[in-house]
């Protein structure tokens, strides 16, 4: 929490109770929701959020960098509070997400070319497939 303290004020961004609920919300989720999921958890606490300012709120995150958007898969847009380095596996079947950590993945060096290119601040690997629960699915395509 403490770091969301901080970038909220270094941003100039007003804690709200509401933006705290928000972020608290994501913070204990661990399948990178959407802004919807974290709608309904938050209408228990505040029966008139919108759908729209929690959508809003977390654009506002991400653009401050409180939190990351996942890329990719379409609609609809997945949150991540966690900044640090990791990967991503998405699963194909139930689409979720989990985070992941792989030292040699890590350690993967973008060619020169890219570098000449980009400047890169950051590596993010996605891998997708099914996970545990899904993988009977895999072997019916
Ligand atoms: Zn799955
Ligand atoms: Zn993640």
Known sequence: ???????????????TPQRTAVYKTLEASS???????????LQKEFPNISLDTVNRTLITFSKVNIIDVVEGRGDPRRFDPNLDAHHHFHCLACNKIFDFHDTALDQITPSSDIAKKFIITGKKIVLKGYCDNCRSQASTL
Do not use: E, G, N
């Open 1 to 15: 929490m403490d770091r969301f303290y901080q970038k909220c004020k270094q941003h100039s961004l007003k804690i």
């Open 31 to 41: 399948s990178h929701p959407c802004a919807d999921m974290i709608h309904k958890v």
